[in-house]
Structures are given as C-alpha cells and as structure tokens.
C-alpha cells in the first residue's frame, strides 16, 4: 500500500497530455495500485495517473461496484445526456454541474492485459467521462455551465 500526492489545480501536470501505455510490467501495476490506495483514502470514485504526477493513460474507477483499473482507455460510443454536479480531487471544495452523456461505452485493456468493453450509465459514465478528460488535460471546470460558490454550497447542505 502506498499512498501519493494528489496534485492540486494550478499545478501543470494537470493540463499536460497523458501518453499511451506501451507495456504493462510491474511499474504499472503497482501504479494502479498506489492509485486505487490514493483513490479509497481520499474518498474518491476515480482518479487519472496524472492527478498524482504521472502523464500515462490509467485511471482508476470505483463507483461502488468494485475497482476497476483501466489502460489506455477510449470511448467508443455515447449517447443520451446527463446534467449534475460534479467535484475533483485536484479541485478539493469546488462544485460545478456538468452535462455529461448518459450512457458511454468504452474500451480499455485491464491490468491482465485482456481488452475490455465496458457499457456505462449514470454516475459510471460520468466518472468515465471525468477520468479520460484528465488524460487529456481537462478539468470539469472547463466544462461547467455552472459553479457553486462554498456559501450555496454550505446552503445546499442544510
Ligand atoms: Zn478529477
């Protein structure tokens, strides 16, 4: 187990572009388990590599079904839209809303090596969406039609 950092917005690691996963060995094996580690202990549904520093195509998602690692992931089809809130865990204490496709299929290669298509609804194709924009330098900011400030936020909790 070991946990690593997790950058926070305004750090430039966050807009870089993530390469591509030539070879999956050790190194990226024990990535993704230090990612799931950082992931569960900060309370999170996903995280992409480059949230802790590292520009490579992983993202670790688990939106209450069990973890699931995936390399180099790709969206393949979506469909549908979604509109909701939305947080990070490089943007700690921000909300926004975000429109989002409903439903997402995708492909990715798990940590065995196997390729995998997945179909995703809801929070899942979400979460999906989110963690493939950070391999691409994209923040949900950039995409939010709407942000809450921590008052409406305070007063959304009441
Ligand atoms: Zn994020």
Redesign the pocket.
Known sequence: MAYRQIRIDGDEVLRKKSRQVEKIDEKILTLIEDMADTMYKADGV?L?AP?IGILKRVVTIDVGEGLIGMINPVILEQRGEQDGPEG???LPGTTGDVKRPMYVKAKYTNPAGETVIVEAEELFARCIC??LD?LDGV??KDRAHKMYTQDELDNMKQ
């Open positions: 996903g992409a949230q990070c865990l490089s989110h963690e950070h923040l949900y």
